[in-house]
């Protein structure tokens, strides 16, 4: 599995728009970009997966360079509720056996 | 999407007493795991637990520690055995596949906090 880094945390501002870079430099062909959101004392939600250039849903959108070394989820007009943990994850999802591992992830603090 | 379900949602036991987590999913899915996330921490996988076979574990797990049951694809128990204190953390539960809508996106419970005196 590639490994990925994150920034540790990050400070924003409702209504501001939040880029969350993630770096997988050694990312394999056969690999997906997926991203989670974690409030606290829940678990894990899907957010958003790509393979590369751009997707877009109703809550993200997900920014793959044509090296796919990198990827940026982008959170549009945050608020107070998108205060959370959002992990970056890299892995063959074609494979039977994958397994989603969780990195350090990204804390993100809206503040008012 | 997957409605997953975790009793109990939380407990307190004694050190050298066992715990059983139980995982209830609201459709058959491929794919169960369980994790464990201590405080402020990230998640971290212990193992796959596979229908009819014996679970998969990662390293630094071992069955003796953490028995897990699959008997069917909606059900699954994860046992927390000879409890520490160090084994305080949220354990959840996680699918994915089976029937499902999207095979890619997994889904995880609720969590159950552990705390052991």
């Known amino acids: 599995l590639a490994k990925t880094t994150q920034p540790i945390s990050m400070d924003s501002y409702e209504g501001q728009e939040v880029n969350i870079t993630c770096s997988h430099n050694?990312?394999?062909?056969?690999?997906?970009i997926t991203w989670y959101q974690q409030f606290p004392s829940q678990g894990p939600r899907f957010i958003i997966q790509?393979?590369?250039t751009k997707v877009t849903n109703e809550v993200a959108s997900l920014f793959i360079p044509a090296d796919r070394k990198s990827s940026t989820l982008s959170l549009p007009r945050v608020s107070l509720s998108d205060t959370a943990v959002y992990y970056c994850?890299?892995?063959?999802?074609?494979?039977?056996?994958?397994?989603?591992?969780f990195g350090a992830g990204t804390r993100l603090f809206v503040k008012a | 999407s997957a409605v997953i379900s975790q009793k109990p949602s939380r407990d307190i036991c004694q050190r050298g007493t066992s715990l059983t987590i139980q995982c209830q999913v609201d459709?058959?899915?491929?794919?169960m795991f369980w994790y464990r996330q201590q405080p402020g921490q990230s998640l971290t996988l212990i193992a796959t637990?596979?229908?009819?076979?014996?679970?998969?574990?990662e390293s630094g797990f071992v069955i003796d520690k953490f028995p897990i049951s699959r008997p069917n694809l909606t059900f699954s128990t994860l046992t927390v055995s000879n409890m520490s204190p160090e084994d305080s953390s949220i354990y959840l539960c996680?699918?994915?596949?089976?029937?499902?809508?999207?095979?890619?996106?997994?889904?995880f419970g609720p969590g159950t906090r552990l705390t052991v005196l």
């Open positions: 996680s699918v994915r596949g089976g029937g499902l809508a999207s095979y890619n996106e997994q889904f």
């Open positions: 050694n990312i394999a062909t056969n690999d997906y």
């Open positions: 790509g393979y590369k």
């Open positions: 994850l890299v892995g063959d999802i074609g494979t039977g056996g994958f397994k989603t591992i």
């Open positions: 459709s058959q899915v491929t794919m």
């Open positions: 637990a596979n229908q009819g076979s014996e679970a998969t574990y």
